[in-house]
């Protein structure tokens, strides 16, 4: 499945981004998905996860209570909600499917993605 990013951009640290990965094919609606974020010389870490029916999330503890991911299958789309930005928050981010884990129960373990978009970047400043 092919997964296309939009909606980063510079914003004010307290500031609000959505991000938006569409997919390509309607398989989409039967992988768990996750947002994954890689600030420059550090390595790529889980940011959020949401099951294949959108029943279940999973965040890392540096966002939770600030970020809400989401999904809308019959449009083959996931969200990113990001609100309360902090420059810590400065990363390009992607989206990928856990395209293994066809209709897994829950979040999957973050090494199962391996399906990615080709990021977008996100620029908060102090």
């Known amino acids: 499945v092919q997964l296309v990013e939009s909606g980063g951009g510079l914003v004010q640290a307290g500031g609000s981004l959505t991000l938006s990965c569409a997919a390509s094919?309607?398989?989409?609606?039967?992988?768990?998905m996750g947002w994954f974020r890689q600030a420059p010389g550090k390595e790529r870490e889980f940011v959020a996860g949401?099951?294949?029916?959108?029943?279940?999330?999973s965040y890392s503890d540096s966002v939770k209570g600030r970020f809400t991911i989401s999904r809308v299958n019959f449009k083959k789309t996931v969200y990113l909600l990001m609100n309360t930005l902090k420059p810590e928050d400065t990363a390009v981010y992607y989206c990928?499917?856990?395209?293994?884990?066809?209709?897994?129960?829950?979040?999957?373990?973050?090494?199962?993605?391996?399906?990615w978009g080709q990021g977008t970047q996100v620029t908060v400043s102090s």
């Open positions: 094919e309607a398989t989409f609606g039967w992988y768990p």
């Open positions: 949401i099951s294949y029916n959108g029943d279940a999330t």
């Open positions: 990928a499917a856990a395209s293994s884990c066809s209709f897994y129960r829950g979040v999957p373990p973050r090494d199962r993605y391996d399906n």
